[in-house]
């Protein structure tokens, strides 16, 4: 069956530290991919996407994240984290262009200063 | 401002007594969608709609209706609510040309059934 995971519940790093967020799928064929970010009290908001080509898609930010099709990956990174950082991070996938997008479970960034 | 406005942004109300959440894009979205977020589920769709007169089941749509007579709106109606329809649901959209665009959502709408 085709899905989504975030397999933390909770990522805790020390501010200036690198960060990532996993996020792996389970599907064929070529999915579409996507990062939300929701800060308290909010809606989610777009962080960037994975559609073709380069496999490291920069996002707002200072995010990034990189697209393994051998892993089924699309792990979210920053460099250095900042405590403005902390917040609820929701991966997304487009399995084929006809479904609508299905969301991980969503994964509580802390960034300790 | 491009937006999508939902309201009431919180409400409590009793079992049994109809509700409907109003959703409204000012961005000429073809596609629209309503979520209910629960702790430890996510994100879970509840209906869709693809365009004007166009909607459809998302992965739970026991106990809501839909409807989309404007491109612009997107209503959320619970017609007999129940406890378990407690939580916090968003409205979003997007373009509907291709799927690659990223959608667009609502402050949330919090909503309590005693």
């Known amino acids: 069956a085709q899905s989504v995971a975030q397999p933390e519940d909770q990522v805790n790093v020390a501010e200036g530290n690198p960060l990532t967020v996993k996020c792996t799928y389970s599907?064929?064929?070529?999915?579409?991919l996507f990062w939300y970010v929701q800060y308290p009290n909010r809606g989610l908001q777009f962080l960037l996407k994975y559609i073709t080509g380069d496999n490291l898609v920069k996002g707002s930010y200072g995010f990034e994240a990189e697209f393994n099709k051998s892993q089924t990956s699309f792990h979210l990174k920053k460099p250095s984290a900042l405590v403005s950082d902390s917040a609820l991070y929701f991966c997304?996938?487009?399995?084929?262009?006809?479904?609508?997008?299905?969301f991980g479970k969503g994964t509580r960034l802390s960034v300790i200063a | 401002e491009a937006q999508v406005t939902q309201n009431p942004r919180y409400l409590i109300t009793v079992t049994g007594k109809k509700l409907t959440v109003t959703c409204s894009q000012n961005?000429?979205?073809?596609?629209m969608s309503w979520y209910r977020q629960d702790p430890g589920l996510g994100l879970r769709q509840i209906y869709y709609s693809m365009n004007v007169e166009v909607t459809d089941k998302g992965d739970v749509p026991e106990g809501y209706k839909v409807s989309r007579k404007e491109k612009r709106n997107f209503p959320l109606i619970l017609e007999s609510p129940s406890p378990n329809q407690t939580s916090l649901y968003f409205c979003?959209?997007?373009?509907?040309?291709?799927?690659?665009?990223?959608?667009?959502f609502g402050e949330g709408s919090r909503l309590t059934v005693l």
């Open positions: 979003a959209s997007r373009t509907g040309q291709g799927y690659t665009g990223e959608l667009f």
């Open positions: 997304a996938v487009d399995f084929s262009g006809n479904t609508p997008l299905v």
């Open positions: 599907v064929s064929g070529n999915p579409y």
């Open positions: 961005m000429n979205h073809e596609y």
